[in-house]
């Protein structure tokens, strides 16, 4: 009895440890207001920035979505703006999709890189397949030019042959 009552307390402490590690990851490695994680920032940034502690302080700081809250409760909503009217009528539904979840401006700039160096890349390949096509061309342009002269060499060449060799035949019959 005394062995299943220090089971059922281990595994419920272990349990209970498991859940503390999971959130205190969430804490640290999970931004509080989109979700994203650590390690997508520090894969996007370029080394310019700490992606993850900049998203944290700049784009995504917490405390100003709770000072915004905070205005908004504050100040009278006859003064509102479109953009500050839309909040507080989500807010007072308790609709939280003006919140960016999921979302965050250096990963949607990420994709946009992506997108460019794709972009780039595809150009410079019709770039050198055009060079290759014009390459081609002169070399089809330079081996006409050389099967030309060629031609107009061994047009040159034959007569004289013939003539050097009725040349010879005359000079034999005169023998
Ligand atoms: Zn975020």
Redesign the pocket.
């Known amino acids: 009895m005394v062995s299943i009552a220090s089971g059922i307390i281990i595994d419920t402490f272990g349990q209970l440890r498991e859940d503390e590690n999971k959130m205190n990851s969430d804490i640290k490695d999970k931004?509080?207001?989109?979700?994203?994680e650590n390690i997508i920032f520090e894969r996007s940034s370029d080394g310019s920035s700490s992606g993850f502690k900049n998203?944290?302080k700049q784009?995504?700081y917490m405390w100003n979505y709770l000072y915004y809250i905070a205005y908004l409760q504050w100040k009278d909503s006859q003064y509102f703006s479109g953009i500050k009217s839309y909040v507080n009528k989500k807010i007072k539904d308790k609709d939280m999709s003006w919140i960016?979840f999921g979302r965050?401006r250096e990963l949607v700039k990420g994709e946009d890189e992506q997108e460019k160096q794709a972009k780039q890349m595809e150009q410079s390949s019709v770039n050198l397949v055009q060079q290759l096509t014009h390459s081609n061309d002169i070399i089809s342009a330079l081996k006409e030019k050389k099967e030309k002269k060629k031609q107009h060499f061994l047009q040159q060449t034959q007569p004289t042959q013939h003539k050097e060799q009725i040349g010879s035949q005359q000079s034999m019959a005169l023998l």
């Not at 931004?31 to 994203?36: E, L, P, S, T, V």
């Open positions: 931004c509080f207001i989109c979700g994203q998203h944290l784009n995504h960016s965050a």
